[in-house]
Structure formats: structure tokens, C-alpha cells
């Protein structure tokens, strides 16, 4: 980010994107206009993407995460897995990798028979191999992402 003012916007609603437009304006140093004025800027030229609120996943019954990496059987084959996979809830994030594996995905489900079957539900939508990786504790995740001049 070449403004050193936009910098500190996008850090800020990084770390708390309930603040508000004053709150904001006083951590920045401008006017609340001026401040709502380059956040639209900001949205509109893509560096801000949205808002969305984090939630607890025990509390909406996930309690149990996963990653899965997917290696097609057919490397010849059409790559359309993130798309075949789109309609799948649990899979909260899809990511192109490096390595043996083509992607690796992140999941939520309910108990370990969901995870079985999710599995299933991935190998019957796309030709793949698998190999899953439980997460035992979460450390942190979703950490403010602010520009590194902010850091």
C-alpha cells in the first residue's frame, strides 16, 4: 500500500472491523467523512473485501476440524475440484499447493462419522486420493491480516 494513512485504515478494521467510523477517524487522524470516504475507495478498488463476523465453531456444532489433502488419481484429468467441491459446507477453505498433493482442504464437522463421510462425499465428487490430518487444539487463526508497514 503506496498511502501511509490507508495503511493504518486497513490495519485497524483489519483488527476490528466493528469499530466505528469516529473510532476509526481517531486512530487515523482524519475526519469520520474523510475516513468513510476511503474505506468506500478502499472496498471499491478491492483491498477491503468484506466484513464477517467469527464464530465460535463448538458453538454452532463443528467442534471438529481437519485437513485434507487431494491428489487426483488422474493427473491428465480436467482440474475442476475446487468447483466440484464448492457445494460441500464443511469445507470451509480450498488451497492450491505445492507438493505431492494438489490441494489441501479445511474443514468443520459435527463428530468423526461426519469427517468419514465427508471423505466420502469428496472421493465421490472428484477422483482423488486423500490424507486427512485432525487438529487436536487451535492455537490462533484468523489473525488480523494489516499491511506490512502496519505490522
Known sequence: MQDPVDARLVAEVSR?????????????GLSTSAVQARLRR???????????ALVNPEAVGRPLSAFIEITPLD????????????HLAAVEACHSIAGDASYMLFVRVAAPPDLEALIRDIRKAVN??????????????????VPLDQA
Open 42 to 52: 478502499l472496498e471499491a478498488s478491492g483491498v477491503i473485501t468484506g466484513y464477517m
Open 16 to 28: 476490528d472491523a466493528r469499530a466505528t467510523l469516529a473510532q476509526l477517524a481517531a486512530h487515523v
Open 75 to 86: 493427473p491428465a484429468q480436467i482440474d475442476e475440484v475446487p468447483q466440484l467441491l464448492e
Open 128 to 145: 482423488v486420493t486423500t490424507r486427512t490430518t485432525v487438529v487436536l487444539q487451535t492455537f490462533y487463526e484468523n489473525r488480523p491480516l
